[in-house]
């Protein structure tokens, strides 16, 4: 473990103690596992806290240390009787400490001494930390895991949400609402990382006219310090109490002053903490002013004799690399001149220039005065590599910003790095159990390998497709848990809450559709021919629908689209067939891609950077149904999936139509009649082929592995 970090444990190991005393002798290991998310992805980690009150694990996100403190003492006392399940705790333990004691992986520019620092808005590590919002956080998530899993020198940095991100309800209308729950810090595997006094370390960051205080926490992820910055600290000032209230707030003042304390407070939380950045990694731009802080001459933040703003970029740029994510225009968020003056008041006088130079770094372009100012462009400006989310989102990427760097798009300099998914997190439990008979010892550790993925070629087909079925009675039985609940809870009739429960069918055809709700995902093609659509519904071979995305809250066309859906019910059959899962989160997300058997995804192509949750239902045996944009414009080889044609089209209604078209065309003429053709036994040979090749493709290829390895050589020490 890095030294530097090992000094930031302290807050950590007691509480890990503390935890300790409430439980019998013998169980006290679990609670310093469950200080360490590492036991999510450890084989049995999961059962391991499941087994002390399976229900109640689900019930609080199977949240490890309030499952300990909760506990009663009857469940503990039996627990601590039981020699099987002492022994599990012991291996698991023991499996945690050796995966920590491995040393750090070498790279060129950066070590223990000099880690990587990996700044994000968002991190999706689990659903007991809500401090995420869709696929930007649960990516930085999957980053942080295979960064453990390949030993590598990182950490990361993000805010301590105490609101999270948005709770959804639907309403009997079909329209979205919201609401938000606070979290309470002493029952997260989360600890203040605390002085060589015992006392909260604090930093302070520069917001509106005044300094404001942040509290420091750390969450273990693997071999990974994930540290998070708290303004809830008292002696601020409300408001200033509230900016790491909410993720992506809706007050824009807010969410300015949120990425001005990630980006200065991260450097200066590590700097407080001993630990100087080898390089700093920016997913997304948010954590930009970050660049400036790095050029500064400590914790403190006072700044170098004689360095101004244009000479901090330059001397940040040889440790700064950037992500950008997105080729929607909401997705480079930008702000009027002054708001941004008054947000950033202090910061110019900092490095003894004016407004007018802060505001031109945050700009295409910098002789536009009067045009509003972002965190993209500065990143853009500050790193010494840039790199898009997918081969076709590096296309989009340099065409956007040529004018920023005053190139052809050809020349732009901005490459890409293809997202990819952590395997062991999201794939379907029974998918996972089947290639570990198949593909070998630590398969995982060589899943950016081909030939690690080539005796799934063998696999009998009987034997995947019982594996794609348990996955799919696993999801059917989650669905049938939650599916009246919602319904009633939304004012429906007891009759529709109970009709999905009983109709749906666990060797139904499962389509799937999940993401965030927004114009350009193009939810609405599923019901863009309304009669058309009800007849795969109700035709003779089952088929079933399983959507969910929430919208935000500030955008009503999306939440428009939404209630449209809503519209179907009143169909003859509909609501047996159709099921929206309300409150979308890793959880339903990971049960949607490990169970769907077809994956469909339509947004409006080039407006796709990546997505990742078709990796993640490819990885479980599902298959994609996609427009060729994002990963699948790089995926699809006409033997792994369906795809839906990726030119852009400026006449929208006329794009849309055809689309739907292919969509319904395709299910109707090609993923249907594989479905049904069955040998003698019932199997689908024709699917399971494709389900193999999807497999040995998607695999190897869209694996976290692959991404990280692929930052290493590309980015990290290019």
Same mark, same amino acid.
């Given at each position: 473990? !890095?030294?530097?970090? =090992?000094?930031?444990?302290?807050?950590?190991?007691?509480?890990?103690?503390?935890?300790?005393?409430?439980?019998?002798?013998?169980?006290?290991?679990?609670?310093?596992?469950?200080?360490? *998310?590492?036991?999510?992805?450890?084989?049995?980690?999961?059962?391991?806290?499941?087994?002390?009150?399976?229900?109640?694990?689900?019930?609080?996100?199977r949240n490890p240390v309030r499952a300990l403190i909760e506990a009663t003492p009857a469940s503990l006392a039996e627990a601590a009787a039981d020699d099987a399940y002492v022994a599990e705790v012991e291996r698991i333990a023991t499996a945690l400490a050796? !995966?920590?004691?491995?040393?750090?992986?070498?790279?060129?520019?950066?070590?223990?001494?000099?880690?990587?620092?990996?700044?994000?808005?968002?991190?999706?590590?689990?659903?007991?930390?809500?401090?995420?919002?869709?696929?930007?956080?649960?990516?930085?998530?999957?980053?942080?895991?295979?960064?453990?899993?390949?030993?590598?020198?990182?950490?990361?940095?993000?805010?301590?949400?105490?609101?999270? *991100?948005?709770? &959804?309800?639907?309403?009997?209308?079909?329209?979205?609402?919201?609401?938000?729950?606070?979290?309470?810090?002493?029952?997260?595997?989360?600890?203040?990382?605390?002085?060589?006094?015992?006392?909260?370390?604090?930093?302070?960051?520069?917001?509106?006219?005044?300094?404001?205080?942040?509290?420091?926490? #750390?969450?273990?992820?693997?071999?990974?310090?994930?540290?998070?910055?708290?303004?809830?600290?008292?002696?601020? $000032?409300?408001? $200033?109490?509230?900016?790491?209230?909410?993720?992506?707030?809706?007050?824009? /003042?807010?969410?300015?002053?949120?990425?001005?304390?990630?980006?200065?407070?991260?450097?200066?939380?590590?700097?407080?903490?001993?630990?100087?950045?080898?390089?700093?990694?920016?997913?997304? @731009?948010? @954590? %930009?002013?970050?660049?400036?802080?790095?050029?500064?001459?400590?914790?403190?933040?006072?700044?170098?004799?004689?360095?101004?703003?244009?000479?901090?970029?330059?001397?940040?740029?040889?440790?700064?690399?950037?992500?950008?994510?997105?080729?929607?225009?909401?997705?480079?968020?930008?702000?009027?001149?002054?708001?941004?003056?008054?947000?950033?008041?202090?910061?110019?006088?900092?490095?003894?220039?004016?407004?007018?130079?802060?505001?031109?770094?945050? #700009?295409?372009?910098?002789?536009?005065?009067?045009?509003?100012?972002?965190?993209?462009?500065?990143?853009?400006?500050?790193?010494?590599?840039?790199?898009?989310?997918?081969?076709?989102?590096?296309?989009? %990427?340099?065409?956007?910003?040529?004018?920023?760097?005053?190139?052809?798009?050809?020349?732009?300099?901005?490459?890409?790095?293809?997202?990819?998914?952590?395997?062991?997190?999201?794939?379907?439990?029974?998918?996972?159990?089947?290639?570990?008979?198949?593909?070998?010892?630590?398969?995982?550790?060589?899943?950016?390998?081909?030939?690690?993925?080539?005796?799934?070629?063998?696999?009998?087909?009987?034997?995947?497709?019982?594996?794609?079925?348990?996955?799919?009675?696993?999801?059917?039985?989650?669905?049938?848990?939650?599916?009246?609940?919602?319904?009633?809870?939304?004012?429906?009739?007891?009759?529709?809450?109970?009709?999905?429960?009983?109709?749906?069918?666990? /060797?139904?055809?499962?389509?799937?559709?999940?993401?965030?709700?927004?114009? *350009?995902?193009?939810?609405?093609?599923?019901?863009?021919?309304?009669?058309?659509?009800?007849?795969?519904?109700?035709?003779?071979?089952?088929? &079933?629908?399983?959507?969910? @995305?929430?919208?935000?809250?500030?955008?009503?066309?999306?939440?428009?689209?939404?209630?449209?859906?809503?519209?179907?019910?009143?169909?003859?059959?509909?609501? !047996?067939?159709?099921?929206?899962?309300?409150?979308?989160? +890793?959880?339903?997300?990971?049960?949607?891609?490990?169970?769907?058997?077809?994956?469909?995804?339509?947004?409006?192509?080039?407006?796709?950077?990546?997505?990742?949750?078709?990796?993640?239902?490819?990885?479980?045996?599902?298959?994609?149904?996609?427009?060729?944009?994002?990963?699948?414009?790089?995926?699809?080889?006409?033997?792994?999936?369906?795809?839906?044609?990726?030119?852009?089209?400026?006449?929208?209604?006329? &794009? $849309?139509? =055809?689309?739907?078209?292919?969509?319904?065309?395709?299910?109707?003429?090609?993923?249907?009649?594989?479905?049904?053709? =069955?040998?003698?036994?019932?199997?689908?040979?024709?699917?399971?082929? +494709?389900?193999?090749?999807?497999?040995?493709?998607?695999?190897?290829?869209?694996?976290?592995?692959?991404?990280?390895?692929?930052?290493?050589? &590309?980015?990290?020490?290019?």
């Amino acid at each position: 473990m !890095d030294e530097p970090v =090992r000094q930031a444990t302290q807050g950590r190991e007691e509480a890990v103690a503390s935890l300790a005393d409430r439980l019998p002798e013998p169980l006290r290991p679990l609670a310093r596992i469950a200080y360490n *998310y590492r036991w999510s992805w450890l084989p049995g980690g999961h059962d391991l806290f499941a087994r002390l009150d399976p229900d109640r694990w689900q019930r609080i996100d199977r949240n490890p240390v309030r499952a300990l403190i909760e506990a009663t003492p009857a469940s503990l006392a039996e627990a601590a009787a039981d020699d099987a399940y002492v022994a599990e705790v012991e291996r698991i333990a023991t499996a945690l400490a050796e !995966d920590l004691a491995r040393p750090a992986t070498e790279i060129e520019r950066v070590g223990p001494d000099a880690p990587i620092a990996y700044l994000c808005a968002e991190f999706g590590i689990h659903p007991s930390l809500p401090i995420y919002s869709g696929g930007l956080g649960v990516l930085a998530g999957d980053i942080c895991k295979e960064a453990s899993d390949l030993a590598l020198p990182f950490v990361g940095v993000g805010l301590f949400y105490r609101r999270g *991100y948005f709770h &959804q309800r639907v309403n009997l209308a079909g329209w979205q609402q919201e609401y938000w729950t606070e979290v309470d810090p002493d029952l997260l595997p989360a600890a203040p990382v605390l002085t060589a006094d015992g006392t909260p370390l604090e930093v302070s960051v520069p917001v509106w006219d005044r300094s404001v205080t942040l509290r420091v926490w #750390r969450v273990d992820v693997g071999r990974v310090a994930l540290f998070l910055l708290d303004s809830d600290v008292a002696g601020n $000032d409300p408001a $200033d109490r509230w900016i790491t209230a909410r993720l992506y707030d809706a007050n824009r /003042d807010v969410r300015l002053a949120q990425y001005t304390v990630l980006g200065l407070g991260a450097i200066r939380a590590l700097r407080a903490i001993g630990i100087e950045p080898g390089l700093v990694h920016l997913n997304e @731009g948010h @954590g %930009a002013l970050s660049v400036l802080e790095l050029a500064t001459a400590g914790a403190d933040g006072d700044h170098g004799a004689g360095t101004d703003l244009a000479s901090a970029v330059a001397a940040s740029r040889d440790r700064v690399v950037f992500t950008t994510h997105t080729p929607v225009a909401a997705g480079n968020e930008t702000y009027e001149p002054w708001r941004v003056v008054t947000v950033l008041e202090q910061l110019p006088r900092r490095f003894g220039t004016d407004q007018k130079a802060l505001l031109s770094l945050g #700009r295409v372009d910098p002789d536009e005065h009067e045009s509003e100012a972002g965190m993209t462009p500065l990143a853009l400006r500050a790193a010494r590599h840039v790199n898009a989310v997918s081969r076709r989102h590096g296309e989009v %990427a340099r065409g956007m910003w040529a004018p920023l760097f005053g190139t052809p798009p050809e020349d732009t300099p901005i490459g890409h790095v293809t997202n990819g998914v952590h395997l062991p997190t999201w794939m379907a439990p029974s998918v996972r159990a089947l290639l570990d008979r198949h593909l070998g010892e630590d398969w995982t550790r060589r899943a950016d390998d081909r030939a690690t993925w080539e005796p799934v070629l063998d696999i009998p087909d009987a034997e995947l497709w019982e594996a794609r079925r348990a996955a799919r009675r696993r999801l059917i039985d989650y669905v049938k848990n939650r599916i009246a609940t919602d319904r009633l809870a939304r004012g429906e009739d007891i009759a529709y809450a109970q009709r999905a429960v009983r109709a749906l069918d666990p /060797d139904a055809l499962t389509l799937g559709f999940a993401r965030r709700v927004a114009s *350009y995902k193009r939810l609405y093609l599923l019901r863009h021919d309304v009669e058309r659509a009800l007849a795969l519904l109700d035709g003779p071979s089952p088929v &079933q629908l399983m959507f969910a @995305g929430k919208a935000h809250p500030a955008d009503d066309g999306a939440k428009g689209i939404l209630q449209s859906m809503f519209d179907l019910r009143g169909a003859s059959h509909v609501a !047996d067939r159709i099921v929206f899962l309300e409150d979308y989160g +890793m959880t339903s997300g990971s049960m949607l891609t490990g169970g769907c058997d077809v994956w469909l995804n339509v947004p409006r192509p080039p407006l796709e950077a990546s997505g990742t949750s078709g990796m993640k239902s490819a990885l479980s045996g599902g298959l994609n149904l996609s427009v060729a944009d994002g990963w699948w414009d790089e995926a699809y080889d006409g033997t792994n999936g369906w795809t839906i044609s990726g030119e852009p089209d400026h006449d929208h209604a006329a &794009q $849309d139509a =055809r689309h739907a078209n292919e969509l319904y065309e395709l299910l109707e003429r090609r993923v249907l009649p594989l479905w049904n053709q =069955r040998d003698a036994d019932g199997v689908p040979v024709g699917w399971c082929r +494709m389900v193999k090749a999807s497999l040995v493709t998607v695999g190897p290829t869209f694996s976290a592995t692959r991404m990280m390895r692929d930052y290493v050589a &590309q980015v990290y020490t290019g």
